[in-house]
């Protein structure tokens, strides 16, 4: 049983950015290098019309690094698939700041540290390599941004600070974390994270502006229950060259097109989503080898607020009655009531919550619907009548009421995604 009409607002702000590969000035060193060295710098060029001029290039030709156009005057230092089409992003230093079109360089100091720099001369990101013997940057086969030092030894790797991807022999420890994109398209940091949690355990979190919840593995069920162990303290796992992925907490996977000789890459996508993706040699496109989650409506978050999540047969999110869409091009952003409250909303709220009368509000149900959020109430053994009340006095803003087929009464303080338990899913997504 919903209470609908409920007056709460969930919106989020996001900058739409395209994300397209451009091409550098040359200082001291020629495009597609294999390396760059200590006291040179890049100069970012506004104007070129070349879509996949780089910096450094690996030596199987398999990774780029350069610049990104990510918006009009906008750019962020990237590591690229350029096999792939659409030229990838596998790693960025500045996601969550884009450096100015104009004066901007990426400089490789003499203090033996790498910076980007602003316009302004400010970093908006730096290694951790000052005061060291640091010689040269090398981008390797395996798509790794390192800086050594005249031995040849490594002082710092792109592979210890990950963005959204994990590479073939990458680690992933406890330092690392993959966190999403904030929509499709955009660089930007998003809602989704994949990590070791303290009890050794590999989870995605979702991190939402109101709540947190974790949401993979199935997080009411034992770690048994869902093939996993706590007493690994290791926290390690790698992506294997053929396909197959381990974890110290004992979860595996395999790739459905398992094997070597096959460009792959896992990415937590901006939907909440771990997907495995296979490139394929002819067309140069991505398919998705391997994925965490078939039924996506069990994703925290990926409809927004206010909304139900379902299957028709492919994912569709909808409206809760009395809600509209906040924005129809972003549904994580969730929905607003579409009438407001008046000035006297309280003194008749306490009017109703001793009456039966329902002029100012409904009562929808919702059959085979979950909603998921903090409990802050739960109530046993209630009528239909009294669920109405308790809803009553309340603020609706604040309120979702469940009832259950044991008269068993939910109440919640955040009135988050519903998921239509009925309605499978019938592509692979």
């Known amino acids: 049983m919903v209470a609908t009409r409920a007056a709460y607002i969930f919106s989020t702000s996001i900058s739409l950015l395209l994300l397209i590969p451009v091409a550098l000035a040359k200082d001291h060193h020629t ?43 906008a750019f962020v230092f990237s590591i690229w698939f350029h ?73 710092w790797t792109s592979f210890d600070s990950q963005t959204d991807t994990l590479l073939p022999s990458q680690p992933m420890t406890r330092n690392i974390k993959l966190v999403s994109a904030s929509a499709r398209g955009l660089l930007y940091s998003g809602f989704y994270t994949l990590y070791f949690d303290s009890d050794n355990e590999l989870r995605l979190i979702y991190n939402g502006p109101d709540i947190s919840s974790i949401y993979w593995p199935a997080p009411f069920n034992q770690p048994w229950v869902n093939g996993r162990t706590t007493y690994n303290s290791s926290r390690y796992a790698v992506l294997e060259q053929t396909g197959k992925f381990v974890a110290s ?106 009456s039966t009368a329902t002029q100012d509000f409904s009562f929808k149900k919702l059959a085979e619907t979950d909603f998921y959020g903090y409990d802050s109430n739960y109530v046993q053994q209630v009528s239909i009548l009294q669920c109405r009340r308790m809803c009553w006095t309340m603020l609706i803003a604040k309120l979702l009421l469940t009832v259950r087929e044991k008269a068993r009464v939910i109440q919640r303080s955040t009135f988050l995604t519903a998921r239509a338990l009925h309605i499978l899913p019938t592509t692979f997504i």
């Not at 104009?102 to 540290?113: E, I, N, Q």
């Not at 937590?268 to 993706?277: H, I, Q, S, V």
């Open 31 to 73: 495009h597609g290098t294999s390396y760059l060295e200590r006291g040179s710098s890049v100069f970012i060029e506004d104007d070129t019309t070349t879509n996949t001029t780089t910096i450094l290039a690996s030596p199987n030709g398999l990774f780029a690094c350069g610049f990104y156009k990510v918006a009009t005057n």
């Open 83 to 155: 096999g792939s089409s659409a030229k990838t992003i596998a790693w960025t230093a500045n996601r969550d700041a884009p450096v100015n079109g104009r004066g901007s360089r990426l400089t490789f100091r003499k203090d033996g540290s790498m910076a980007l720099l602003n316009y302004d001369g400010t970093a908006a990101w730096s290694t951790s390599t000052t005061a060291t013997r640091a010689s040269r940057a090398e981008l390797l086969d395996s798509g790794s941004l390192i800086i050594v030092d005249p031995d040849g030894r490594s002082l």
């Open 249 to 354: 907490d004992n979860f595996t996977f395999d790739a459905s097109d398992l094997g070597d000789q096959v460009m792959r890459r896992l990415t937590l996508d901006f939907d909440g989503n771990l997907r495995l993706y296979s490139l394929d040699a002819t067309s140069s496109d991505w398919s998705v080898s391997w994925t965490a989650f078939r039924r996506v409506c069990d994703i925290h978050g990926l409809c927004g607020k206010n909304s139900i999540c379902k299957y028709r047969p492919k994912l569709e999110c909808s409206c809760l009655e009395g809600f509209e869409v906040v924005d129809t091009s972003d549904w994580s952003k969730g929905r607003t009531p579409n009438v407001n409250k008046t000035a006297n909303w309280d003194n008749r709220r306490r009017h109703k919550a001793n």
